[in-house]
C-alpha cells in the first residue's frame, strides 16, 4: 500500500514539473515574442521646428515701493481713517493725531508777527524822517545809518516769524496723515488713543504698491551673457510668473534690469522683472518661478528628450533602419525644454528615434516600432508635453542630457 502512494506520488511531481516548464517557455497570451525575437519598441520621427530657450529661476515677489507710514510729530491719535488691507491712493487721508497744541502755536506765531511787523513799519516811518532830517544837515549822517540798520534787523525778524508761521503749518499738516504712494494698506500698527512720537519706528501702518509689481530672480554668470546680448540689442525678454509649484501661470511681463555685479558668494547676478499686476496675483513676497525668455532658435532637429541616451561615447539616440533594426547614433545636443532637446549633429528631420524600451536595445537588435504620430498641424515630435516646462533652455554644451534614461553604453 506505501509503495502505491509513492508511485502516484512521484507520476505527480513529475506531471506539475512538466507543466511548470512548458508555461514558462510557451509564448504569452496576445502575441508577445519569446526570446531571440523583435523587441517592440515606441519611436517617433526627428522634425524640424522652433525651440524657445528659457532660463528657469527661482523668485521673490517684491513690491517696488513699500513705505512705513511713520508720524513726523509728537501727539495723540485721534482718528485712523483706513479699513486694514483696502486700497489706498497716493494722498489719500489714513489718520489723526490731535492738532490743537499746534493750531495754538500757529496763532502764537501770528500774534509775533503782527507785533513784530508793527516795530518795523515804525522803524521805516523814522528811517524816512531822519532821512529828511539828514539832507537838512539838522541830524548826523550816523543818525541815519544807524536807523537804516534798524529797520534791516526788523525786517529779519519779520522774515523769521513767517518762517514760524510756516513750520506751524506744516506742522498742521503733519498732523493730518495721509498715504505717500497708491498701494495696499496693511494691518494698522497702532489704535486711536495712543501717543505717538516723531522718534517711532513702529508707524502708523505700511503701503505696499502692487500694480505694477516686480519678481527678483538670480541666474548664473554662465547663464547671463546670453542675456546681455539681447538686451544690448535691444530686445525686450519676456519674463512668466509661474506658482510655487510652476503648474500654474500667474502673469506676464517683461525683464526690466540686470543688477551691477555678480554675487561672489553664489556665482549669481540679480535681474527685475516687471508685471503690470492688474489683477492682483502677484502677491508681496511670495515665492514664484520664473520663466525668462531668451531667445527662440528657429527650424532645428527636434526629438523627445526620452530619446536621448548617455553613456561611454557621450550623447547617443538607436535610430530605427529600414529593415527594422537599431544602431548606435552618436549625437550632439543643443537646448531642451524637458520635452523636446535640439539635435545639432547626428540625427536629421524624418530619422525615427526610439524613445521607449531602449533599455532592452543593442546595436543591430531587431525591433517592432510603434511610432507615434504628431498632432495635427504640429511640428513637433509626438510627445505628450507636459503641463509647464522645467528647467527648458539650458545648454548642455553638446554633451549628454538629463531628459533620457541613463543606460550602459551600447557596443560598438
Same mark, same amino acid.
Given at each position: ?74 501727539? $495723540? ?41 508793527? *516795530? ?40 523769521? /516769524? ?11 499738516? $503733519? ?20 501717543? *505717538? ?61 540686470? /543688477? ?55 550623447? $547617443?539616440? $538607436? ?11 552618436? *549625437? ?81
Amino acid at each position: 500500500m506505501k509503495r502505491w502512494l509513492v508511485a502516484v506520488l512521484l507520476v505527480i511531481l513529475v506531471a506539475a514539473f512538466v507543466w511548470w516548464r512548458h508555461a514558462g517557455t510557451a509564448p504569452a497570451a496576445g502575441g508577445k515574442h519569446g526570446a531571440g525575437g523583435p523587441q517592440a519598441v515606441g519611436a517617433a520621427k526627428a522634425v524640424a521646428g522652433p525651440m524657445a530657450v528659457t532660463l528657469d529661476e527661482l523668485g521673490t515677489v517684491t513690491p517696488v515701493a513699500t513705505v512705513t507710514v511713520l508720524p513726523q510729530l509728537s501727539g $495723540y491719535l485721534t482718528d485712523v481713517a483706513f479699513t486694514e488691507g483696502q486700497m489706498v491712493t497716493k494722498g489719500q487721508y489714513l489718520a489723526e493725531i490731535d492738532p490743537r497744541q499746534y493750531q495754538i502755536l500757529l496763532e502764537q506765531d501770528q500774534g509775533t508777527l503782527a507785533r513784530d511787523e508793527a *516795530v518795523l513799519g515804525q522803524a521805516r516811518s523814522d528811517l524816512a524822517r531822519y532821512e529828511l532830517l539828514g539832507r537838512q544837515k539838522s541830524i548826523s549822517e550816523q543818525q541815519v545809518a544807524d536807523q537804516g540798520f534798524l529797520v534791516q534787523q526788523d525786517e529779519g525778524t519779520v522774515k523769521l /516769524d513767517q518762517a514760524n508761521i510756516d513750520t506751524a503749518n506744516l506742522d498742521l499738516a $503733519y498732523c493730518h496723515i495721509t498715504s505717500p504712494v497708491d498701494g495696499r494698506i496693511g494691518l494698522r500698527l497702532v489704535t486711536v488713543g495712543n501717543y *505717538v512720537t516723531s522718534g517711532s519706528t513702529t508707524g502708523i501702518a505700511v503701503v505696499t504698491t502692487v500694480a505694477p509689481m516686480s519678481v527678483i530672480f538670480s541666474v548664473a554668470q554662465a547663464d547671463l551673457a546670453p542675456v546681455l546680448v539681447q538686451m544690448g540689442q535691444g530686445a525686450s525678454l519676456t519674463a512668466t510668473a509661474y506658482s510655487s509649484d510652476d503648474s500654474t501661470k500667474l502673469a506676464t511681463g517683461v525683464l526690466s534690469a540686470v /543688477d551691477n555685479q555678480v554675487n561672489t558668494s553664489t556665482g549669481e547676478v540679480n535681474l527685475r522683472a516687471m508685471f503690470q499686476n492688474s489683477d492682483g496675483s502677484l502677491f508681496p513676497n511670495e515665492f514664484v518661478n520664473i520663466h525668462l525668455l531668451v531667445n527662440t532658435l528657429q527650424n532645428v532637429t527636434l526629438v523627445p528628450s526620452q530619446a536621448v541616451q548617455t553613456g561611454a561615447p557621450g550623447s $547617443y539616440v $538607436y535610430i530605427v533602419n529600414a529593415d527594422n533594426t537599431v544602431s548606435v547614433q552618436k *549625437v550632439t545636443t543643443g537646448p531642451t525644454d524637458g520635452v523636446n532637446t535640439v539635435i545639432t549633429d547626428g540625427v536629421s528631420p524624418g530619422d525615427v528615434v526610439v524613445t521607449d524600451g531602449v533599455d532592452r536595445l543593442s546595436d543591430g537588435a531587431k525591433v517592432v516600432a510603434t511610432i507615434a504620430a504628431p498632432a495635427a498641424g504640429s511640428t513637433a515630435p509626438a510627445v505628450t508635453p507636459r503641463q509647464h516646462h522645467h528647467k527648458h533652455g539650458k545648454w548642455n554644451g553638446g554633451e549628454g542630457n538629463s531628459g533620457g534614461n541613463a543606460s550602459p553604453a551600447p557596443a560598438q
